[in-house]
């Protein structure tokens, strides 16, 4: 296993698109792999996560900003999440249907995640580690929606985007204990419709009582996805935000953090794996087993022994 | 750990009749997979790009058309070309008896006529997901 992350790994550094879905499967299907990841950052991408309600136009929107920097010679990996069926497990990956002809471009990358886990993708920093490592200029994250769902894209990110439709009436409201905190960009979408510039005042007016905050005001911008109206200024607003955080430190203080999330990300999965194995060797004691205490003690032990282990070994594993 | 069964289901060609595939589309997801629908009007090279990209393990191609005798065997090419060689790839539609050796002789693991009822795709790539590419 670790062998073919190797071998892969390689093959994403010379930027072959094979090794590069291969081993972003890998990683989802064996998430303690992680840990064969350089640690250090090899790449440049501006990561910018797209959070917004479902049917906001989130997916046309990033096929049209990809298309748009592919025309500026840049590269980009679009990462889509989709809900997960909770009866069968199962997912219908619809986001890639409305990027298909940016996706054609050879700078254009579009991976369609079903979003298995409640609290995000666990393994998503060692995903980004992967797309740094084959050099994108940018990333996109796209959520599920706009909720509790987007927290952990939001959190990997450099930039978080929101986008908005007029018409929604109080979704305003229910956004704002959420995305709405942390948005660095606001992108009306749909503005040909009604009330989209009720919509912007709305916003500027609830940024104006937040104003005196540590959080700076987001722009607010208009678009219009299916007809490409607006493009160019979301991807201007999003080159702006992301030099201006470079030059005041706040892209620094970001990445730290995505930094040591991807390094407790790989710790813990290796630390669960060793107490799954412990855990799977034998059934668990019957109620009143005067022998459970004993075996409880047994485990611990033995795990102090793997744990003891991995310390003796872990400086040379790497 | 074992990752749920990814299949691209996508219709080549300028038959404009995607209900099937749709309907498709959902028994799978109801079955436990993750199903890339791409619609209608795909070109071969589009539908192995898509197949790389999202690193599928199945690809499902719904031909109403009648011209699966050239669509077909352009698919599979692109698919080849591209590197992507380790999927599984079927056909629904209509597909008339005797032009079925051809396209499995081309590398299709199965073809899938109207009405063959959903539980047996199912289970058809449950059993053979997987296996080796079969064909030139």
């Known amino acids: 296993m670790s062998q073919d992350l190797g071998n892969l790994l390689e093959g994403v550094r010379n930027r072959d698109r094979s090794c590069l879905a291969r081993a972003l499967s890998l990683l989802e299907r064996y998430p303690d792999v992680a840990h064969l990841l350089p640690r250090e950052r090899g790449g440049h991408a501006t990561v910018v996560a797209v959070a917004g309600p479902p049917g906001a136009g989130k997916s046309t929107l990033l096929g049209r900003v990809a298309a748009e920097i592919t025309m500026r010679d840049m590269s980009v990996a679009v990462l889509a999440f989709d809900p997960v069926s909770p009866r069968s497990g199962g997912a219908l990956l619809g986001d890639r249907i409305r990027m298909l002809d940016a996706a054609e471009h050879p700078n254009v990358y579009v991976r369609s995640i079903a979003a298995r886990d409640p609290a995000g993708s666990p393994v998503l920093p060692a995903l980004l580690a992967v797309l740094d490592l084959y050099g994108f200029d940018f990333v996109f994250l796209e959520a599920v929606g706009a909720g509790q769902e987007a927290s952990p894209l939001l959190l990997a990110a450099d930039l978080a985007l929101l986008v908005l439709v007029p018409g929604l009436g109080d979704s305003v409201q229910?956004?704002?204990?959420?995305?709405?905190?942390?948005?660095?960009?606001?992108?009306?979408?749909?503005?040909?419709?009604p009330g989209a510039a009720e919509l912007v005042r709305d916003l500027s007016a609830y940024f104006r009582l937040l104003a005196d905050t540590s959080h700076p005001v987001p722009p607010i911008l208009q678009t219009v996805g299916s007809e490409g109206q607006g493009i160019?200024?979301?991807?201007?607003?999003?080159?702006?935000?992301?030099?201006?955080?470079?030059?005041?430190?706040?892209?620094?203080?970001?990445?730290?953090?995505?930094?040591?999330?991807?390094?407790?990300?790989i710790l813990r999965t290796r630390c669960l794996r060793i107490i799954d194995e412990l855990l799977n060797d034998g059934p668990a004691p019957d109620d009143g087993d005067p022998e459970a205490g004993t075996r409880e003690r047994q485990l611990y032990r033995k795990l102090a022994e793997r744990f003891a282990l991995l310390a003796a070994s872990s400086d040379d594993s790497r | 750990m074992r990752r749920p069964i990814r299949v691209l289901i996508a219709k080549p060609g300028l038959d404009g009749h995607d209900r099937g595939a749709k309907v498709l589309a959902r028994a799978l997801r109801d079955a436990g997979m993750e199903v890339i629908y791409t619609g209608l009007f795909q070109t071969p090279e589009t539908i192995a790009r898509s197949a790389v990209d999202e690193d599928v393990d199945v690809v499902g191609l719904s031909i109403l058309s009648g011209a699966h005798n050239q669509l077909v065997p352009e698919v599979v090419r692109a698919l080849r070309s591209a590197g992507k060689e380790d999927a599984l790839v079927l056909v629904g539609g209509i597909i008339p008896e005797e032009d079925i050796p051809f396209l499995k002789?081309?590398?299709?693991?199965?073809?899938?006529?109207p009405g063959t009822p959903l539980s047996e795709i199912i289970r058809f790539i449950e059993t053979h997901v997987g296996e080796p590419v079969r064909g030139a």
């Open chain 2, 105 to 113: 002789a081309q590398g299709v693991a199965e073809v899938f006529g």
């Open chain 1, 232 to 265: 160019t200024a979301v991807l201007e607003a999003i080159t702006e935000l992301r030099d201006r955080y470079a030059a005041s430190g706040i892209l620094e203080e970001r990445r730290r953090h995505a930094a040591t999330r991807l390094w407790q990300h």
């Open chain 1, 174 to 193: 229910t956004l704002k204990a959420g995305v709405l905190e942390i948005a660095d960009l606001i992108v009306i979408n749909k503005s040909d419709r």
